[in-house]
């Protein structure tokens, strides 16, 4: 087991990795109601060892597809759900389940009431990004995280034997994140993958290893909350690295989070010129990353753009890295990105 | 001009009272989007001395009835307008009207894109409560502020010259919120108007006395707010003394937050055995507030009771006061609260 304990003025809290669940008794008061926010998928595998470990009379469940349901209405159905059954402030929330539960169940916890305890439990590779550093959302119309707050969980407890059960692809998909932590430092990780014998089904078998690799992912996140918890200073936003092409390709064709990330580092380590282009883009292909074949519309993908959150006097916001541990703000116009994408499409896609 | 500084930690931000309008020249950012947030009534009565201090491009408008407005349709629209606008996340959000604006500009300004800038200037005498202390709500269903958020604002400039187009309704609607502010610390202002020849239209006619009142008022909540600001200790709670029943009451019978609180102050002075609930009853009678002729269903006072956010095991949790000054947690069955409710009704409603 591993901890990391992350403090930024105000709230404090522990992140547990590995073999954790049991650690849940430590952190809710059974005299006080729980609500378990969950999807369809996690709620089948994994909820009869939740119910193992403490009783749980109240489970909102969104479909298998939560990203599709982290909207205002679900979100409204959830707060109706909880006032019928009279839940009161005393209530703790536990987030259960992969990036979109965590950021859908983080923003009931920290509205209903005017915000109630906060328990993450992420149940996925990909899930540490959105479990730790308090960022919660819900998706507008097509505006991905159009809406959010900032609010801390009590505890994270990232019991990992739950990932034995994801598909292959939500491995790749979580390799995404992993690898922008790893880029964002020292770039170890993405050097053994540069080695033609690493293979992933390896660390995914090896519990310990992929426990270190977590922990190593969390570890950079904790360097970059704590300086910037709200993301005043702009350093923070460098963990939006790959995110700015990312959500759009997300939003748009319909591609996991992770694997729409990693498309988007690529386009960002292009941007900035890094000669890390090409042994990336064949990187993330060796993982199982479709980086051709996509029928992509330039006009569709600025009109995401346009939206981003981290836009600032009508630029294009994107996070440039040309070594590693060095990234940096860059700028685009929509026509600088429209000629660098092309170019980008042209040569890689 | 008065200036109150509030102090929690994280947060520094002043309130200035009286003739302040232009101050807030100093506190937007020409470079950056503006959305003013406000109602049908403000709008029209003062939006043009608004644009005569800073152009205004975005306007948010709310219905007559902004307290009917205060729900999460209505919240949608607004993110809808704004995301369509293309603002950022630099935006600045001007909440300009009374309370219910207050409260539903606070959570848009809290939750879009994850926070943005929040300016409050409240329009009314009631709106101070609103405006300071960073809670912001909207209702669900018939529950009162089911959801919300704690959220500074960056200043208050609560330019007292508004308050004059304010129908007499109005002031006997704020000066609940007030009297409540005088019972929480010494009574000063109790005591004025048991006096006889006492006339609130003085106070009101007299701008410098007016300021004092609500200077006062914000300086009692001022202790409050910086001892427990995310009303985590319980003390903040003192300051819905009046607001269970209060609350109860605007819902279902349609009464004006300040005159049902009122009302609901009267009733929990009657829980606590004060010496002050016959004085009191006359007192606000002569404010204008009705007191008699009400057809109250208990059966759906208790079901609003229910929901109340303060609630804790069940229990309907109340603000008792003795004396000016010692307010206490009061916790009743809904049982108790029948027969306490069904006594209060037959002697003072």
Redesign the interface.
């Known amino acids: 087991m591993k901890v990391i304990k992350i403090s930024i003025?105000?709230f404090t809290y522990d992140v547990f990795i590995g073999n954790v669940l049991t650690k849940l008794i430590n952190y809710v008061d059974f005299?006080?109601e729980v609500l378990v926010i969950t999807d369809e998928n996690v709620y089948n595998h994994h909820f009869h060892k939740l119910i193992e470990v403490i009783p749980i009379k109240h489970v909102f469940i969104l479909s298998k597809n939560p990203e599709q349901d982290k909207n205002?209405l679900m979100?409204?159905k959830c707060?109706?759900y909880a006032?019928k059954r009279?839940l009161?402030?005393?209530l703790t929330v536990i987030a259960f389940g992969g990036g979109a539960v965590g950021d859908f169940a983080g923003?009931f916890a920290?509205?209903?009431?005017?915000?109630v305890r906060l328990i993450n439990l992420p149940t996925t590779l990909l899930a540490h990004d959105s479990a730790i550093g308090g960022?919660?959302?819900l998706n507008?119309?097509n505006?991905k995280?159009?809406?959010?707050?900032?609010y801390q969980p009590e505890v994270v407890l990232y019991h990992t034997p739950f990932l034995k059960t994801l598909p292959y692809i939500e491995f790749t998909n979580g390799f995404g994140e992993i690898l922008k932590h790893d880029l964002l430092t020292n770039g170890v990780l993405f050097k053994m993958l540069l080695n033609d014998s690493f293979n992933l089904e390896d660390v995914l078998s090896n519990q310990e290893l992929l426990d270190e690799i977590i922990y190593q992912g969390i570890f950079v996140k904790k360097f970059y909350i704590e300086r910037d918890p709200?993301?005043m200073k702009g350093e923070r936003e460098y963990l939006n690295l790959g995110h700015t092409l990312g959500h759009a390709l997300e939003r748009l064709y319909n591609l996991k989070h992770g694997i729409a990330v990693s498309i988007g580092i690529g386009f960002d380590l292009f941007l900035s010129d890094s000669s890390y282009i090409l042994p990336y883009m064949e990187t993330i292909k060796k993982l199982g990353i479709l980086t051709s074949g996509y029928d992509l519309s330039l006009e569709l993908i600025i009109d995401i753009l346009?939206?981003d959150?981290?836009?600032?006097?009508?630029k294009l916001m994107f996070i440039g890295l040309k070594d590693f541990g060095k990234p940096f703000h860059l700028e685009l116009t929509t026509k600088e990105f429209t000629v660098k994408f092309s170019e980008f499409m042209r040569l890689y896609l």
Chains 1, 2 share one sequence.
């Open positions: 003025p105000g005299q006080q205002i979100y409204e707060v109706d006032l009279v009161d402030r005393k923003f920290s509205t209903y009431k005017r915000g960022k919660t959302a507008v119309g505006v995280n159009a809406i959010g707050t900032f709200y993301e346009k939206n959150k981290k836009n600032r006097n009508d």
